[in-house]
């Protein structure tokens, strides 16, 4: 009923930059919060970036100064901007969303997109 597709991963030197966006479609009813996850070989999925729908936003602190996650309300679409990039941020970055659906409207649930692999070589 959700359909959430990353794109922008990639392969970057340390210091460079990328963007991810991440779309959702679907029977959606609302969103509460959009956002980023990440997991790299061997660790356990960790929060990158939250918005939510009224734009306040949460970082992890590894990212904070280095990250900027943004939304487009009218598109159902977040963006995660990583600039500095670390080789320590490589990792599979998964968007999530929490929201409703227009069939599943007593309350929100989770989902998740399929990964973009991020790589950042020293």
């Known amino acids: 009923q959700v359909q959430l597709v990353e794109s922008g991963g990639g392969l970057v030197q340390t210091g460079g930059s990328l963007r991810l966006s991440c779309a959702a479609s679907?029977?959606?009813?609302?969103?509460?919060?959009m956002g980023w996850y990440r997991q790299a070989p061997g660790k356990q999925r960790e929060l990158v970036a939250n918005?939510?729908?009224?734009?306040?936003?949460i970082y992890a602190d590894s990212v904070k100064g280095r990250f900027t996650i943004s939304r487009d309300n009218a598109k159902n679409t977040v963006y995660l901007q990583m600039n500095s990039l670390k080789p320590e941020d490589t990792a599979v970055y998964y968007c999530?969303?929490?929201?409703?659906?227009?069939?599943?409207?007593?309350?929100?649930?989770?989902?998740w997109g399929q990964g973009t692999q991020v790589t950042v070589s020293s």
């Open positions: 679907g029977s959606i009813f609302s969103i509460a919060v």
């Open positions: 918005i939510i729908s009224g734009g306040s936003t």
């Open positions: 999530k969303m929490r929201g409703r659906t227009w069939s599943l409207s007593s309350r929100d649930y989770d989902y």
